[in-house]
């Protein structure tokens, strides 16, 4: 720090760190340039995200702009529905939603009772899906019934998810006409991530530390009165 504060830091273009002396020719610098060129890896929802880009489901307007792709609302099989009602009803606590992409229509994949720690076992590994699962679970002593809402959607064609994402809150919709209250709505593309501890971080949300007031030190002795003297 001393040489470039003598130097003068605006003289200093790049700072190369380096453990062999080798690192610091001419083949150490091209190597460590073409490094800090290179493109950040991007991550497996971003590269689905941008997939979702070039095949349209952002469209460009006019200058800068950017119009968004709204919502549909498919026709809903009534097995959707009587399912649902089943789920409020208790008589299971999971039930999935698909879409029928040739007939354009929401429709029952399935609906069973299944513990937490297998239920994601039925999630396609292949394809996007809905998901609706009731939690039954103790927290810090208190009984939760809660209801999850989760749209998993794996590696898959660019068309189908964008004809998932597109029907999220149309899905959603079906549960909350039901009257039921979803207490999380989740989106994962592994469906390993649908597990308990995941859910009880969502669910129960750690509660921020309080921080204690400092608290002035009592003058020793104890409160001592000091009288003016007139």
């Known amino acids: 720090s001393n040489l470039k504060s003598s130097v003068g830091a605006n003289y ?3 700072e190369i760190f380096g453990t062999v002396a080798s690192e610091f020719n001419s083949a150490g610098f091209q190597a460590w340039k073409k490094h800090q060129e290179a493109e ?3 991550t497996q929802l971003e590269i689905q995200k941008n997939e979702e880009l070039e095949q349209g489901v952002f469209k460009g307007g006019a200058g800068t702009s950017t119009a968004y792709v709204h919502g549909v ?4 099989d009534d097995s959707v529905l009587e399912a649902m009602d089943g789920f409020k009803a208790g008589t299971y606590n ?3 939603v698909a879409i029928d992409a040739t007939n354009e229509r929401i429709i029952l994949a399935q609906s069973d009772t299944l513990s937490l720690d297998v239920v994601h076992e039925s999630f396609p590994t292949n394809e996007p899906r809905f998901h609706f699962y009731r939690w039954s679970h103790t927290y810090e ?3 939760f019934d809660s209801i999850v809402y989760c749209y998993s959607c794996p590696s898959s064609p660019v068309k189908l998810r964008m004809l998932y994402s597109s029907s999220k809150a149309n899905v959603s919709s079906i549960a909350e006409s039901k009257g039921l209250n979803l207490d999380c709505k989740l989106e994962i593309s592994d469906r ?3 597990n308990e501890k995941e859910l009880t971080i969502t669910l129960h949300p750690p509660k921020a530390e309080q921080k204690k007031a400092f608290a002035k030190p009592k003058p020793i002795g104890g409160r001592q009165l000091i009288r003016n003297k007139e």
């Open 40 to 42: 950040v890896p991007l």
């Open 12 to 14: 200093i273009v790049d």
């Open 141 to 143: 002593g208190d009984q």
């Open 73 to 76: 609302a498919f026709p809903v």
């Open 94 to 96: 999971y039930v999935q």
């Open 192 to 194: 390993k991530e649908f």
